[in-house]
């Protein structure tokens, strides 16, 4: 963690000190976890730096808000640019963005309604989630005792703070017992993700990933790979996956914000595939960081730059 490389974080419309940017301990989010927030990255490429799929988490961000009844009360165009401003003034070249839109501090009444929406815009360096080893070697999961909540109890594609305890007790159990992340299965049994990714599998060279029928947060790398994967010109199947589809598995891997596309060697002692990142995996990865970097020009619509303008247009 890279917390003390930030020094500028935007709150409530000003880009203040890192120092300086505090809330009060009777903040009703803090209570109760009725805020949303949004993961997203910048990547460095040769035009500067660019926030990957900017557009997409900033739609699940009203989306998220709007499940509970809360109202950002900035427009998408003003947290762009706060986004951009932040990242400019901390001086990045790339980071982790962590946009929040919390109640804060006035009544802790279980309704929020009293309570000031308020916004804050966090940036950090961050390099691999689940560790630049477990990006090659691929990492190691265990089935949580801890089932994914119903979408009949929270909306499971919200992406909102109080959410996340159903994740914190997960990735505490798994990390417990030695493995690198949960798998959480649904309701009903079927695989749901990971604590902070999805899943996919790959069979007989078909992509498998499951949908919001098993409580996922639908990820915006997960939409990404799709399409990578698609115009690799392999199949993509979006159905239930059970257990013993990813033991099956040929290869599998997660994917999110944080963890990209990581591989997955070992499930609760068992091999997948052969127990390093498949061939497949492989190109899919390697498709998904020349999409973030830029060098693939297919996907530039994926990014936002940093800068006002790329580079050659502002030195021209
Ligand atoms: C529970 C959960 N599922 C899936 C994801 C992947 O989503 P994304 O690819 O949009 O980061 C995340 C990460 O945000 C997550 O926290």
Known sequence: ????ETKWVWMNGRTIRWQDATLHVSAHSLHYGSGVFEGIRCYETADG??????????????????????????????????????????????????????????SLSVHPGKCPVEVVILTWPWATYLGAEGLEAGVRLTVSSW?????????????ACGQ????????????????????????NGAIAEGSGE?????????????????SILLGVTRDAVIQLA??????????????????????????????????????????IGTGARGPITHQIQDAFFAATSGRDARYKDWLHFVSERPVETVVA
């Open 1 to 4: 963690m890279a917390f003390n």
């Open 49 to 106: 730096p660019a926030i990957f799929r900017l557009g997409a988490h900033l739609e699940r961000f009203y989306a998220s808000a709007a499940a509970y009844g809360t109202r950002i009360p900035y427009s998408v165009e003003q947290l762009e640019e706060a986004i951009c401003e932040t990242i400019r003034r901390n001086e990045f070249r790339s980071c982790y963005i962590r946009p929040i839109c919390y109640h804060g501090s006035e």
């Open 147 to 159: 089932r994914k909540f119903l979408s009949q109890m929270m909306p499971t594609t919200a992406k």
């Open 164 to 187: 996340y305890v159903n994740s914190v007790l997960a990735v505490r159990e798994a990390v417990e017992r030695g493995y690198d992340e949960a798998l959480l299965l649904d309701s």
């Open 198 to 214: 999805n899943l996919f599998i790959i069979r007989d060279g078909q992509l498998i990933t499951n949908d919001e029928q098993s």
């Open 230 to 271: 698609r115009d690799l010109g392999y199949r993509v199947e979006i159905g239930t996956l059970y257990l013993d589809d990813l033991l099956s598995a040929d290869e599998a891997f997660l994917t999110g914000t944080a963890a990209e596309v990581t591989p997955i060697r070992e499930v609760d002692g068992a091999m």
